[in-house]
């Protein structure tokens, strides 16, 4: 059987609102887990409390993810005017 190799190039990646969107999620975790924390014993009497520990879990890798988007956000911005100045210099 034959590779199959692509006839065309990949598009080009869509960039859109990264860091709104990742703090919106990160911002949904928090508020699940705060939504879930006063039935905390009857998730640990239903074996259940995974749950809450998800959504901890969920806020606070988004905690990382909303730090590592800002700092990408910000890197392609500081790259684009790095390209214009040598453009017109």
Avoid: S
């Amino acid at each position: 059987m034959a590779k199959w190799t692509p006839k065309h190039e990949a598009p080009e990646p869509l960039e859109g609102p990264v860091v709104a969107t990742i703090t919106g999620g990160t911002i949904l975790w928090f508020v699940l887990f705060l939504v879930q924390l006063p039935f905390y014993g009857w998730f640990a009497d239903h074996g259940h409390t995974w749950w809450l520990w998800t959504c901890l879990a969920g806020a606070g890798l988004g905690c990382i993810g909303i730090w590592y988007v800002r700092r990408r956000d910000a890197a392609i911005k500081r790259d684009a005017a790095r390209n214009e100045a040598a453009a017109e210099g």
